[in-house]
């Protein structure tokens, strides 16, 4: 056994983020390592790198106990990494980045001709014989900028690769040129641990897998005889009681948006969606799937490259969050600290911000009009505050939450984009705005519903689309939207969709 | 071509331009003379500006330059004359001080993570005041090794110009900040600083030590062209060169190096300094022209730079995405 993690421990300020967790690898294979947001995947990856110190447990590297107080040191130890957003530098040329903190030099001066000469050394064999290596990183794609951050870890450290969503911002070409490289390594006996979202590259490169959830070990199993189902059952786990159904599925409204083939390359795969007035469309699927990549398409924060949205007055303008607000959507993102409020503002300035913006710095809205905006949504959706002036980060995350909501609520929006909604907040204010969607939704206004908790899902939506790897794979309407279904539709093999991620 | 080279051809093919334009207008200026008072007025600013293209290419700013220069020409000026000491003593005096404020500033920028606009910001103060507290008045350096021998060495080129010493320092300290820079790991750093912090560390570089390294090298630089003004100007007023931080920046934006670090060539910035040089002989050769048009040649100048370099990063951005 070339690694042999077990009893792993690791406690955060609050969060115990292991909890116990084994893990082993041989030489020569690709050892996939999965689990949901929280589960505990990057603090192993950052125990096993030293980037934090464990609490307690034994990492043994060829039977020698290690812990590794910095990434410097873990790459001497042998375990190189290499992270979803290339770790190199652009702007230095392929054979510095290649080369650097290591080149040779003679009366101090690098010797440039040694340099190019040991970067072309260290590129052979992954087949990037027309890689100039005195150009610049940048010049190059993403793809091979991963392969060459690749060869330098192996250099590098030589026993143990880490690939953390190594493919996330590569096209399907790409991915299997990386995947031909990962092979190859797995063959000269490399020990590979390969982190991702997406199911069909697991199943497609690794020979045993390990799940991880709520920073405990679920299960370690050969590939080869696990199901997706199992799989996927193994990542949700306990989550996956059977929840209530929306009491009454109402008739649908009429249609209201009708987008075609929108899509952008590299993020999401061209889909249909049709939206009705008064309807809240489910948006489920793993992490990385392909959830937010369809909200921020919607919005214009990734503006499609291809596709159209139309309503009754014509095609509506995606281009950017402006246009979209203009054209009567909201968007309240997922990460609500960064994207969402602005902390040192308080409530009032913030639930004003948006509509501020659309009516035009010209016509300022007046303070005692901000006011009362800010009131009553205080009012309306209950937001726990002492005043209106109090500053948006000195609130719960609940009602952080409904001080998104009530901004986008201020523009009056005909479709509302909500990103997990209810993602960190405690159960009382999950249902308060679980029922302010229903609310909502009576009045006539469409929302896109984005949970990775399908009860939630399930107890809000009309319907529900699946996504996986990037497309829309199925929709589940009425008595069909069940957890079952949900997970079935997502553990589906692709083989029978035809498409490869 | 390689993107990374365009700025550098650019601000080249504009120098030429530029010479050939003069030369038509005053076939005089295409003289070994004019060529080396070109050289030897703009010497301190060259100097400085070579520190000023290290600090820049690791993503800062250092804008204590100007005062530094300025308290180097007191600072040698009343230690001759209060002292008995010999100008080469008070020289290496007076570099290790200015070294020493530089790394001073780089240990702070590092410590606080505070921006380098900010504590050099406070160093320009800092040097200033410093400047005024030796003197308030122009002292004139009296030196027989001043008169004799620093301002009146030269090497007469054919055609009867002068190449002074203090031009000779600076095309050699040119030479010295192009090795550095890309000939030696500790430029690699400094451009992987430029290319991003965070990347830079993981990669192994020691962040703090190289941005002492850097600010360092800025204020030896400074105090090197304090030193060469002092040549140049036979005085000490603290005063002077107020400003220079900025025209030391434009220049080093005219030589086609990337303001918010990364990429860039020293020797571009030794032609940046001659662009600014050949607008204000120009005008000095017209005779006619308000001095005043050499800044708004200049702001054009830079203007055109950076443009210039905005619509190279869109198109690197726009090649890559056609080839995914």
């Known amino acids: 056994?070339?690694?042999?993690?077990?009893?792993?421990?690791?406690?955060?300020?609050?969060?115990?983020?292991?909890?116990?967790?084994?893990?082993?690898?041989?030489?020569?294979?690709?050892?996939?390592?999965?689990?949901?947001?929280?589960?505990?995947?990057?603090?192993?990856?950052?125990?096993?790198?030293?980037?934090?110190?464990?609490?307690?447990?034994?990492?043994?590297?060829?039977?020698?106990?290690?812990?590794?107080?910095?990434?410097?040191?873990?790459?001497?130890?042998?375990?190189?990494?290499?992270?979803?957003?290339?770790?190199?530098?652009?702007?230095?040329?392929?054979?510095?980045?290649?080369?650097?903190?290591?080149?040779?030099?003679?009366?101090?001066?690098?010797?440039?001709?040694?340099?190019?000469?040991?970067?072309?050394?260290?590129?052979?064999?992954?087949?990037?014989?027309?890689?100039?290596?005195?150009?610049?990183?940048?010049?190059?794609?993403?793809?091979?900028?991963?392969?060459?951050?690749?060869?330098?870890?192996?250099?590098?450290?030589?026993?143990?690769?880490?690939?953390?969503?190594?493919?996330?911002?590569?096209?399907?070409?790409?991915?299997?040129?990386?995947?031909?490289?990962?092979?190859?390594?797995?063959?000269?006996?490399?020990?590979?641990?390969?982190?991702?979202?997406?199911?069909?590259?697991?199943?497609?490169?690794?020979?045993?897998?390990?799940?991880?959830?709520?920073?405990?070990?679920?299960?370690?199993?050969?590939?080869?005889?696990?199901?997706?189902?199992?799989?996927?059952?193994?990542?949700?786990?306990?989550?996956?009681?059977?929840?209530?159904?929306?009491?009454?599925?109402?008739?649908?409204?009429?249609?209201?948006?009708?987008?075609?083939?929108?899509?952008?390359?590299?993020?999401?795969?061209?889909?249909?969606?049709?939206?009705?007035?008064?309807?809240?469309?489910?948006?489920?699927?793993?992490?990385?799937?392909?959830?937010?990549?369809?909200?921020?398409?919607?919005?214009?924060?990734?503006?499609?490259?291809?596709?159209?949205?139309?309503?009754?007055?014509?095609?509506?303008?995606?281009?950017?969050?402006?246009?979209?607000?203009?054209?009567?959507?909201?968007?309240?993102?997922?990460?609500?600290?960064?994207?969402?409020?602005?902390?040192?503002?308080?409530?009032?300035?913030?639930?004003?911000?948006?509509?501020?913006?659309?009516?035009?710095?010209?016509?300022?809205?007046?303070?005692?009009?901000?006011?009362?905006?800010?009131?009553?949504?205080?009012?309306?959706?209950?937001?726990?505050?002492?005043?209106?002036?109090?500053?948006?980060?000195?609130?719960?995350?609940?009602?952080?939450?409904?001080?998104?909501?009530?901004?986008?609520?201020?523009?009056?929006?005909?479709?509302?984009?909500?990103?997990?909604?209810?993602?960190?907040?405690?159960?009382?204010?999950?249902?308060?705005i679980l029922k302010l969607i229903g609310e909502l939704t009576e009045k006539g206004m469409s929302i896109l519903l984005i949970s990775s908790e399908f009860d939630e899902l399930i107890a809000a939506s009309d319907r529900v689309i699946v996504v996986r790897d990037r497309a829309h794979i199925s929709e589940l309407t009425g008595e069909q939207i069940e957890t079952d279904r949900i997970i079935a539709a997502i553990a589906t093999d692709d083989a029978a969709q035809g498409a490869a991620p | 071509m390689n993107a990374r080279v365009l700025p550098l051809c650019a601000t080249i093919a504009i120098f030429l331009l530029a010479y050939l334009f003069c030369y038509i207008q005053f076939p005089a200026m295409l003289s070994t003379r004019v060529i080396g008072n070109l050289l030897t007025d703009n010497a301190y600013l060259g100097i400085v500006a070579v520190g000023m293209t290290v600090v820049i290419l690791s993503g800062g700013i250092d804008l204590s330059v100007g005062s530094v220069i300025a308290f180097s020409g007191v600072f040698v000026a009343v230690l001759l004359r209060e002292t008995d000491l010999h100008p080469l003593v008070v020289f290496v005096l007076l570099l290790a001080i200015t070294s020493a404020f530089g790394a001073a500033m780089g240990g702070l920028i590092h410590a606080l993570a505070m921006p380098s606009f900010i504590v050099t910001l406070a160093g320009m103060f800092l040097a200033r005041g410093a400047a005024y507290m030796l003197t308030i008045d122009s002292v004139p350096i009296d030196h027989v090794f001043y008169d004799e021998v620093l301002q009146d060495a030269y090497w007469r080129m054919p055609g009867g110009g002068r190449l002074t010493l203090i031009g000779i320092v600076m095309l050699l300290s040119v030479l010295a900040g192009m090795v550095l820079a890309h000939r030696t790991r500790f430029g690699t750093a400094v451009f992987a600083l430029g290319g991003g912090e965070h990347t830079a560390r993981l990669m192994g570089v020691s962040v703090g030590r190289t941005t002492v390294q850097i600010y360092a090298f800025s204020g030896f630089m400074a105090g090197l062209a304090g030193i060469v003004f002092s040549i140049y100007t036979g005085s000490g007023y603290p005063l002077a060169t107020v400003g220079t931080e900025l025209t030391a920046i434009a220049t080093v934006v005219i030589g086609g190096t990337l303001l918010t670090g990364g990429a860039g060539f020293v020797f571009g910035t030794l032609i940046g300094v001659l662009t600014m040089g050949l607008i204000q002989t120009y005008i000095v050769f017209d005779g006619t022209l308000s001095s005043w048009w050499t800044k708004i040649a200049i702001g054009l100048l830079l203007l055109l730079f950076i443009m210039l370099q905005k619509g190279i990063l869109l198109l690197g951005r726009r090649r890559r995405t056609a080839l995914g």
């Not at chain 1, 106990?65 to 130890?77: F, K, R, V, W």
């Not at chain 1, 002492?386 to 201020?410: C, I, M, P």
Request: proline share 3%; net charge negative; glycine share 10%.
């Open chain 1, 1 to 432: 056994m070339l690694l042999k993690i077990s009893e792993l421990t690791k406690t955060f300020p609050g969060t115990l983020a292991l909890d116990g967790v084994r893990f082993d690898l041989k030489a020569g294979e690709v050892h996939a390592l999965l689990g949901e947001n929280g589960a505990g995947k990057s603090t192993l990856i950052k125990c096993l790198t030293g980037v934090h110190q464990r609490d307690h447990g034994r990492i043994e590297l060829d039977g020698q106990d290690i812990s590794p107080a910095s990434t410097h040191e873990a790459q001497d130890l042998g375990i190189g990494t290499v992270y979803q957003e290339v770790n190199l530098l652009p702007n230095l040329t392929v054979a510095e980045n290649l080369t650097f903190g290591r080149q040779e030099t003679r009366f101090g001066m690098i010797r440039t001709g040694r340099m190019r000469a040991d970067a072309e050394e260290m590129l052979r064999g992954y087949g990037l014989d027309h890689v100039n290596v005195g150009r610049e990183l940048a010049t190059y794609s993403v793809a091979i900028q991963q392969i060459i951050a690749i060869a330098r870890a192996v250099a590098l450290s030589g026993k143990i690769l880490i690939l953390d969503e190594p493919t996330a911002s590569l096209d399907a070409r790409e991915t299997e040129t990386l995947f031909d490289v990962i092979r190859n390594l797995r063959d000269q006996g490399l020990g590979i641990i390969f982190v991702s979202h997406f199911l069909d590259q697991v199943f497609e490169l690794s020979d045993r897998l390990t799940v991880l959830r709520n920073g405990r070990h679920i299960v370690t199993a050969d590939t080869a005889e696990t199901s997706r189902l199992d799989l996927v059952h193994h990542m949700l786990g306990h989550e996956l009681q059977e929840a209530e159904a929306r009491g009454t599925r109402r008739a649908v409204g009429e249609e209201v948006i009708r987008v075609r083939g929108l899509g952008r390359r590299g993020k999401i795969d061209p889909f249909d969606l049709t939206v009705h007035a008064g309807e809240v469309i489910g948006l489920a699927g793993l992490l990385g799937s392909g959830r937010t990549e369809t909200a921020d398409v919607l919005f214009g924060r990734t503006p499609p490259d291809r596709g159209t949205a139309t309503d009754a007055d014509g095609e509506i303008d995606l281009g950017s969050p402006r246009a979209a607000i203009a054209a009567g959507f909201g968007y309240a993102p997922e990460d609500r600290k960064t994207d969402g409020i602005i902390a040192d503002l308080s409530i009032r300035e913030n639930i004003a911000l948006a509509l501020q913006a659309r009516r035009g710095w010209a016509s300022p809205i007046s303070r005692s009009e901000q006011r009362a905006l800010a009131d009553g949504y205080i009012r309306t959706l209950d937001i726990r505050t002492t005043d209106a002036e109090k500053a948006v980060g000195d609130l719960s995350g609940g009602n952080q939450q409904k001080v998104v909501l009530a901004r986008w609520l201020a523009m009056n929006p005909r479709f509302l984009i909500l990103d997990e909604p209810t993602r960190g907040i405690d159960v009382g204010a999950h249902a308060e």
